[in-house]
């Protein structure tokens, strides 16, 4: 992830135009007294009235090294409440759909359908009938020749409370 | 519509970085009479601030200063 940051210098001139300049590539550490007193020094060299600065802060995540290739976002679309029942989970990752892993922790068995499209069902075990405890599930994707391995967790809240 | 021609007076700073990077800061409407000992004064306002925009190096000090016109010329193309 790359952090950039600018900050906005607003002032105005002697008609009360609105004036803003931006400076780039500042330090995203620098605190708002280091960016005031250098936005009130740099307006001290012209004629415009100072108003005030604004800091801006812009977060790129798809640089640097967040891989898409490692992504799977998981999301859970229903959950399950009682031994036997079936959770469903959406899988989004990149490029063709590829047969899943899924393992977990605890004493719980798995009935898996769908290992190899991008929507899991998942139906959850728990030594009989009745409610369930929540169940972590660890979802891995392979690694082929095109893609690395991707892993990721998702929860499934149980009845157990 | 006639071409339009505007001419705006800045003052043109030239930041120096750690790693030989330079940058300019342009201000528009500058005042009169700046000096030397004016720039030199914003050297510790931007140490800590600004950054080199290739390897966020650090700042090293304004380099050079100047008055600058900048003359735009907005041409006009819409059909004769």
């Known amino acids: ?161 | 519509m006639p071409d339009v021609t505007t001419t705006t007076d800045n003052v043109r700073l030239v930041a120096g970085f750690v790693d030989g990077d330079e940058r300019t800061i342009r201000m528009p409407n500058p005042r009169t009479g700046i000096t030397k000992a004016d720039i030199q004064a914003l050297d510790s306002l931007a140490t800590g601030v600004l950054i080199g925009d290739k390897y966020s190096s650090d700042f090293s000090g304004f380099k050079a200063a100047s008055y600058i016109k900048i003359t735009k010329k907005v041409f006009d193309l819409s059909n004769a």
């Open chain 1, 1 to 161: 992830m790359s952090t950039k940051a600018s900050f906005y210098l607003n002032s105005k001139d002697s008609t009360g135009k609105a004036i803003q300049r931006s400076i780039t590539d500042i330090n995203p550490d620098a605190n708002k007294y280091q960016i005031v007193a250098l936005a009130k020094g740099l307006n001290a060299l012209t004629n415009n009235t100072y108003v005030s600065s604004t800091k801006v802060i812009r977060e790129d995540l798809q640089v640097d090294t967040d891989d898409p290739q490692f992504w799977i976002w998981p999301t859970l679309i229903t959950d399950v409440t009682e031994s036997g029942d079936s959770a469903e989970i959406e899988l989004n990752y990149l490029g063709d759909t590829r047969t899943v892993s899924v393992s977990g922790e605890g004493a719980m068995y798995y009935n898996i359908s769908g290992q190899n499209t991008k929507t899991l069902k998942i139906a959850i075990e728990e030594g009989g009938s009745g409610p369930i405890n929540d169940q972590t599930l660890v979802i891995t994707l392979p690694e082929t020749d095109k893609y690395k391995k991707a892993t990721t967790t998702v929860t499934i809240k149980g009845g157990k409370s």
